[in-house]
């Protein structure tokens, strides 16, 4: 059945307020059911027919733009191909990607980059979990996510592999006594960040391990894989800081050494030079990535001490 652009975009207003790659993969199922006696299609030409199958508006312009800009998302993720029947023209055809995109509905919401941002997550996931997250393989990338985390926390806690689980995660974060507890936080919150990775590994790790779970709601997915990214973003600074985690006050001196590994002194010790007060944690703790909102942290302006 051939499809038109308002069919799943019934209003301008909608269309023009989405963002590229959510509009591309609308125009995705369009050019995918584009009669195929009709070959390829040209962004001027879609355009001019998505224009009239809407009818009359005061915002066309910027729904021709909306749409241009979608068509160049969906060729820059090699979506949409040049016709080789045509060679430097402006034919388009459907990658083989593309062909599965459109008839799958799970599949298109997760190749939507922004649900997983790559440059977000922690190193030790950043490759195999994400690749495999959008190949669709949901339950594999949690799995790998949360042992990820237990394997970062055995490492942290110098432990044996003998702790595997919540044991791990009890004897690791064991109030006032575990090698990764903050020993400057009160009892109630030493707890809690033991239950809370106990938690997270005992249903999210051990349910996987064990058997077979069907998980296939890629947005489910990537919050559990956000939570082990989390997990791992404590682990990272418990040893020399746990307090990175719960947002208290670092001095310059603490800092430095809580993230010494990662980084050189150039990143942060530049921001001390100029004076600031407020410290990206993502550019200078144990991420190894760029910053996002959530991670800002006052710092005293106290002089850098490294070991």
């Given at each position: 059945?051939?499809?038109?652009?308002?069919?799943?975009?019934?209003?301008?207003?909608?269309?023009?307020?989405?963002?590229?790659?959510?509009?591309?993969?609308?125009?995705?199922?369009?050019?995918?059911?584009?009669?195929?006696?009709?070959?390829?299609?040209?962004?001027?030409?879609f355009i001019k027919g998505a224009l009239?199958?809407?009818?009359?508006?005061?915002?066309?312009?910027e729904a021709a733009q909306a749409i241009r800009e979608a068509w160049a998302w969906l060729?820059?993720?090699?979506?949409?191909?040049?016709?080789?029947?045509?060679?430097?023209?402006?034919?388009?055809?459907?990658?083989?990607?593309?062909?599965?995109?459109?008839?799958?509905?799970?599949a298109r919401r997760a190749f939507i980059g922004h649900r997983l941002p790559k440059e977000t997550l922690h190193p030790n996931i950043r490759e195999d979990v994400w690749a495999l997250y959008h190949r669709g393989k949901y339950d594999t990338a949690v799995l790998e996510a949360m042992r990820a985390v237990e394997v970062a926390v055995r490492e942290a806690a110098k432990l044996g592999s003998?702790?595997?689980?919540?044991?791990?995660?009890?004897?690791a974060f064991a109030p006032e006594r575990g090698a990764l507890t903050d020993q400057s936080a009160e009892r109630g919150e030493q707890q809690g960040l033991g239950d809370l990775f106990a938690g997270a590994i005992g249903t999210y790790k051990n349910a996987h391990s064990h058997?077979?779970?069907?998980?296939?709601?890629?947005?489910?997915?990537?919050?559990?894989?956000?939570?082990?990214?989390?997990?791992?973003?404590?682990?990272?600074?418990?040893?020399?800081?746990?307090?990175?985690?719960?947002?208290?006050?670092?001095?310059?001196?603490?800092?430095?050494?809580?993230?010494w590994s990662w980084y050189g002194p150039r990143n942060f010790s530049e921001a001390y030079r100029q004076g600031l007060q407020v410290v990206s944690a993502g550019g200078i703790n144990c991420l190894g990535r760029q910053p996002s909102c959530s991670d800002f942290i006052e710092v005293s302006a106290a002089p850098l001490r490294f070991p």
């Open positions: 059945m051939r499809l038109h652009l308002p069919d799943l975009v019934p209003d301008v207003d909608v269309l023009v307020a989405l963002e590229p790659d959510e509009l591309g993969l609308h125009i995705l199922q369009v050019l995918a059911a584009w009669p195929s006696h009709l070959g390829s299609q040209e962004v001027r030409t009239r199958a809407f009818g009359p508006s005061p915002k066309q312009q060729e820059g993720q090699a979506l949409l191909l040049q016709d080789p029947q045509y060679y430097g023209g402006d034919l388009r055809i459907l990658s083989r990607k593309a062909s599965k995109l459109a008839k799958d509905a799970k003998g702790y595997i689980g919540r044991d791990l995660m009890r004897t058997r077979r779970v069907a998980l296939d709601d890629p947005d489910e997915a990537a919050e559990i894989i956000l939570l082990a990214n989390h997990l791992l973003r404590i682990v990272g600074c418990a040893p020399a800081s746990s307090c990175i985690a719960t947002g208290r006050a670092l001095s310059g001196a603490h800092l430095g050494r809580a993230c």
